[in-house]
């Protein structure tokens, strides 16, 4: 089990009884592995190296004067997009099929290898975008509860539609010039496959193994474990819970958990999915008032695989939505994986708690609308 005990001790399987920590040894002063059990592995957590000055790469902030709408921009109402279809006069969201697929539904199969060094296999799949919103100069945090809320039906919706056909849906979305966005208008991709990538293969087992050996699924135990130590929470309501898990790699990265056992985003209720709405808009609030910026990031959904796992037994996943922020130390200073990371191991610069206290003492009303209201 994984509860509080009668003496208030909390044991859970995942981290064992509470932690004790030498009197010697600081987190934030000392290097130190920590275990990521949803990958598998370790990362090299080193906080003092937020001492050292900088003198890299300094970033451009990203472009705060954007057009609430541009004719040209092929992702606007009533816009041409590149394969001549021109865009409806949409009102809410919008989901249309990638111009520049990287999965086809078609694609031939790549025949047998020669060799055991030089194998591939068949890729299919589909490629959509989904406008959250009309208006350009918007993004999620500043999008009213309501408006969010249409955006996780529609996500809902778009999963159950591809998932009764291929096994894996990934609904993404990378905000932000610094994360490879080509066009600021708020939107996400959709990559459905006839295959289940690298990431979803890896949770798959390690959730797999851990309901087998504990009895109880990974990251249900994890936000249990986390609601009750709260060092690492940034946000929470009834439904759901928001923590920098403790095996974070990237500077600010989130994870975003239900509080019961929920296998899939459709399978959501309606009272959570207006939660979620909820604690979204808070976290990206925060996320944005931290460098005073619109925040880049890469986020995704993880859920049990679908396809013909729909008819299998997938209780060993839990729904959770990942958030990967690449900045450190300011609004033009960003984590780069490179050398180290690379070659040995993920690596980071300070811990988990300390990122954790930093975002959940920002305030969760966004700083554009804090500077109008004060300008009024």
């Given at each position: 089990?994984?509860?509080?005990d ?7 399987p ?21 275990y ?13 190296r ?25 992702l606007?109402?009533g ?59 918007i ?11 249409d ?31 080509s ?94 709405a ?14 005073e910026?619109?925040f880049p ?9 679908t396809?013909h796992?729909?008819?299998?037994d997938?209780?060993?996943?839990q ?9 450190l ?9 490179v ?8 690596q ?29």
């Open positions: 089990t994984s509860l509080v009668r003496t208030g001790t909390f044991s859970s995942l981290c064992g009884s509470m932690e004790l920590i030498p009197s010697d040894f600081h987190p934030s002063e000392h290097q130190h592995l920590r990521n059990p949803l990958r598998d592995d370790w990362l090299l957590v080193s906080a003092h937020m001492k050292r000055p900088w003198q890299g790469q300094i970033e451009t902030p990203p472009e705060e004067n954007i057009p609430r709408h541009d004719p040209s921009n092929p606007c109402p816009a041409h997009r590149a394969g001549g279809e021109v865009n409806p006069a949409y009102e809410g969201t919008f989901l249309f099929h990638n111009d520049f697929p990287a999965l086809q539904p078609d694609a031939p199969e790549p025949g047998s290898s020669d060799h055991p060094l030089l194998q591939s296999k068949s890729a299919r799949g589909i490629c959509q975008v989904m406008c959250f919103h009309p208006w350009s100069d993004s999620l945090p500043l999008m009213s509860e309501p408006q969010l809320r955006v996780i039906d529609k996500w809902a919706e778009i999963i159950t539609d591809l998932g009764a056909t291929y096994p894996w849906v990934q609904i993404f979305e990378n905000k932000g010039a610094m994360m490879g966005c066009n600021p208008h708020p939107h996400c991709q959709i990559w459905a496959s006839n295959f289940l990538p690298n990431e979803a293969e890896t949770e798959d087992r390690t959730q797999r193994r851990y309901l087998q050996e504990h009895g109880v699924p990974m990251l249900l135990d994890y936000c249990r474990l986390e609601g009750a130590r709260k060092e690492r929470v940034v946000v929470a309501n009834e439904h759901w819970l928001v923590v920098v898990p403790y095996w974070a790699v990237w500077p600010f990265q989130t994870l975003l958990l239900p509080r019961r056992h929920v296998i899939r985003l459709q399978d959501l209720s309606s009272e959570e999915r207006d939660s979620l909820s604690i979204m808009k808070r976290l990206l609030c925060k996320y944005d008032n931290l460098f910026i619109s990031y890469s986020m995704g959904w993880h859920g049990a695989p396809g796992y729909l008819s299998e997938c209780t060993h996943w729904l959770h939505a990942h958030y990967y922020p690449p900045l130390r300011s609004a033009t200073v960003r984590k780069f994986m050398g180290y990371e690379m070659l040995a191991q993920a980071r610069d300070l811990t988990a708690e300390q990122a954790a206290e930093r975002l959940r003492n920002l305030p969760e009303e966004h700083y554009k609308l804090r500077a109008t209201r004060v300008q009024d």
